[in-house]
């Protein structure tokens, strides 16, 4: 759904959402399923705000990327951060029945729908995977044949967030196919990448220039700028080349 | 609407001793860098400080700078952001001391910085003791992710106003509202009266 | 521990809910100009900074401040002053 302000007052502000259910992914990571009513559906690669207040009227508020596909409840996925403020809430506290404030969907930049083309190249860093995830997540609802490669970074095989989802998802014709990275540690016999994504690791990974391929990027500020430029000097021109950064501080 | 999260409690406010910490803020242990824009990065050979709009301009290069009275001072420090932190110790100038070059009827102050941003206050806010031009944080050369070679350093009013990169003062006869007093934030930023926004 | 400058600048995604009231939830995809250089591209791709108090965007190519947001308790304050035009895609 398109956004039609001009500049108006939309009624779109804060709502309260219910979390219907919580996911554990990994040890840190967790996805909330929210409900909504007045949720207006949403589009892949858009992300939501939450705003959490305290009872002495202290709010703070962090913006996370929806990890459901368009159709279904939006669903965020979230890493919980040292130091963090909300994320620490989201992963440790929350429970299902719990009230939350959110804002969105928010996005027409960052987004893809099978009938925006390929072929794809999704790259993410830790918890940046989750917006691409709505992506893969879409794809295969619509049963598309657009040609889509998942690079994911992550710190070690347990980090790997949707990691059995990752692996059905490749299973198949047409199948998204997944590379992943292993940072800091690897599992006992790994023969894949170890190291952090570079120039040498996408030339061997991403389509090459002349596919045409549009790039999703996202993760923290310094990964995506990497892969970004990147891709770029691999050929790719920097309009095919979408960049999400994450901010540090949860 | 009053809508509260179960469970969520904010940042803790109970170790804060009385009276020291500002409604609506709580304490932390370190430092957060804020920034709105790149670090800027200008060599010392090239940095000067100016008071402006008196009869005469001063101007200081930093050799001369660092050749005036300079003090070391420990404050409470609180940004609107809602973060305090308590004790800090800045070794600087005093504003007092760089207005005494300048002759000048002013009412107030326009701090102005690399990058851009500038920051207004009455002059009243900026003399008496209450200001400072400062190049030393814990002992240690100002960090250029702090605002140094050197900021402003206002502790009496949230932090917003003690700008980071500073490199001058222009006196005004009018207040002028500056980077995030022209866009929302209060004109003068008392802490313990509350004042973050337009209209508080 | 404190969070280099680096990790805190963002890009223009990162205005989207700040700006959600004025521009729409596609807001992002809103096309800027810049009033100083004169690139122009969409919001998404400014270079943002956050909680600095405020948001900043600012442009890049030359580094310009051209969208300032501040949210307060019962309204968000808006310069965009250093944009010079603004086109809002149809649908």
Sequence with gaps: MAGTAVLGRLTTGWQVAEAVDVVEETPRVRTVVLSAPGWPGHRAGQHLDVRLTAPDGYQAQRSYSIASPPGEPPAITVEWLEDGEVSPYLVGELRAGDRIE??????????????????????????????????????????????ARLLLSSRSWEDVIYRDELAALA???????VVHTLTRSQPEGWSGYARRVDESLLREVAWPAEARAQAFVCGPTAFVETVASGLVALGYPPERVKTERFGATG | MSFFTR????????????????????????FPVLSAGPT????????????????????????????????????????????????????????????????????????????????????????????????????????????????????????????????????????????WESNGYHLRGDPWREQRYWGD | MTARTEELRLDGNALGGALLE??????????????????????????????????????????????????????????????????????
């Excluded at chain 1, 390929?118 to 295969?140: E, K």
């Excluded at chain 1, 299973?171 to 196919?177: K, M, N, Q, S, V």
């Excluded at chain 2, 969520?8 to 409604?23: L, Q, S, T, Y």
């Excluded at chain 2, 209450?130 to 502790?155: N, S, T």
């Design chain 2, 40 to 179: 800027p990065r200008t060599p010392l050979e090239q940095w000067t400080f100016t008071v402006e709009g008196g009869a005469e301009p001063a101007r200081w290069t930093w050799d001369e700078f660092q050749a005036l009275p300079r003090e070391s001072v420990t404050v409470d420090i609180h940004c609107v952001t809602r973060w305090s932190k308590l004790d800090t110790v800045w070794e600087g100038v005093s504003v007092d001391t760089l207005l005494e070059a300048v002759d000048h009827d002013a009412a107030y102050v326009l701090a102005f910085c690399d990058g851009g941003y500038t920051t207004n206050l009455p002059l009243e806010d900026v003399t008496d003791g209450k200001a400072w031009v400062a190049f030393g944080y814990d002992g240690e050369p100002l960090d250029p992710e702090h605002g140094g070679p050197a900021r402003l350093l206002v502790p009496h009013l949230y932090f917003w106003k003690s700008a980071k990169w500073v490199r001058g003062l222009r006196l005004l006869d009018d207040d002028e509202p500056g980077f």
């Design chain 1, 171 to 177: 299973d198949g014709p047409d199948g998204l196919e």
């Design chain 1, 102 to 147: 959110i804002r969105g969907p928010i996005g027409g930049w960052f987004v893809w729908e099978p009938a925006l083309g390929g072929p794809l190249i999704l790259v993410g860093g830790g918890s940046g995977v989750v917006p691409l995830m709505a992506m893969a997540r879409l794809r295969a609802a619509e049963r598309s044949d657009v040609p």
């Design chain 3, 22 to 91: 004025l521009l729409g939830p596609e807001g992002t995809a809103t096309v800027g100009t810049c009033g100083s250089c004169g690139a122009r591209g969409e919001l998404a791709l400014l270079v943002v900074y956050v909680r600095c108090p405020g948001i900043v965007g600012r442009c890049p190519v030359c580094d310009e401040v051209l969208v300032r947001v501040v949210e307060g308790p019962d309204r968000t304050w808006v310069t965009l002053a250093g944009l010079r035009t603004l086109e809002l895609p149809r649908t």
């Design chain 2, 7 to 30: 469970g969520f409690e904010g940042r803790r406010r109970d170790d804060a001793p009385e009276g020291r910490v500002p409604p609506g803020q709580y304490l932390t242990e370190g």
